[in-house]
């Protein structure tokens, strides 16, 4: 025998297993209960620069699940979670989330003025299926643009099959909307093609309605339009799908949401 060590069993079980699935201004924060001796739980919530969660108020819970609300959207939180044996209290456990962006509504402007180069703003989000580049930021005065702009630079010799997604929207059955935005590439020798689409979700499962599907073009900024309706009332995204372009850059900027007042 050797490194032999004698510890006491801890009077209360810590908890395990925390879990946080958050919401704009709400969290559902669960774990597993250590033991059987454990007969209720608290949950402390703050702000990423709290260090002691004894300096917070503690939030009571009777099940191993709690709804914690009254939080802000796209902001980073620590939940602490720990059980109550009697008179007897577990260790504090930490976890950290960060909570999702609230829907905004209509006027929606992206002009990518607040994205931090070449990261994308605040809300938004790509995915890109396969080979090819992201969707970047970029401050680019060029080609009809100014500024900053949302760019995807296909490289040569790939198929894009790049996505980007705008925050939610929320948007009325039986409203006529439209969607206006700058398109371009960097000469007119560079042909992209691309979709614009609309779903539940951001994500390449939800786009199942296209708005308009822009093939073939090349050259300077343009802006196009397009109006459209939503079969129910809801939150909506909207998806730009840059796909099976020539190599050259895809820019895309000013996109907005609004109602149709033709």
Not at 70 to 92: E, H, Q, S
Not at 158 to 186: P, R
Request: with cysteine; aromatic share 10%; charged share 10%.
């Amino acid at each position: 025998l050797d490194n032999i060590i004698w510890e006491p069993i801890p009077l209360c079980s810590d908890v395990t297993g925390v879990t946080v699935v958050p919401g704009a201004t709400t969290a559902t924060v669960s774990w597993t209960a250590g033991s059987a001796s454990e007969t209720s739980w608290e949950v402390a919530v703050g702000a990423t620069t709290v260090t002691d969660p004894n300096t917070l108020t503690a939030l009571p819970a009777a099940t191993t699940t709690l709804l914690v609300s009254d939080l802000n959207a796209n902001t980073p939180y620590k939940a602490w979670v720990r059980a109550i044996c009697g008179t007897n209290i577990g260790n504090w456990i930490l976890t950290t989330f960060t909570t999702t962006c609230a829907p905004q509504n209509v006027p929606y402007t992206e002009n990518f003025e607040t994205a931090s180069t070449p990261a994308l703003p605040a809300c938004t989000s790509e995915i890109t299926v396969g080979f090819g580049n992201t969707w970047q930021t970029q401050s680019w005065s060029n080609s009809g643009f100014s500024s900053k702009v949302l760019r995807n630079p296909n490289p040569p010799g790939e198929s894009m099959n790049s996505w980007f997604f705008t925050n939610g929207v929320n948007l009325l059955q039986g409203q006529a909307y439209t969607i206006s935005y700058k398109k371009g590439t960097t000469n007119g020798f560079t042909f992209h093609n691309m979709k614009v689409t609309i779903g539940a979700s951001a994500s390449v499962a939800a786009m199942t309605t296209t708005l308009v599907d822009h093939v073939g073009f090349a050259g300077n900024a343009a802006t196009e339009t397009t109006s459209f309706t939503v079969p129910t009332s809801g939150v909506y995204y909207f998806g730009f799908h840059g796909y099976n372009g020539t190599s050259g850059v895809l820019y895309v900027d000013d996109i907005v949401v609004d109602v149709d007042l033709s």
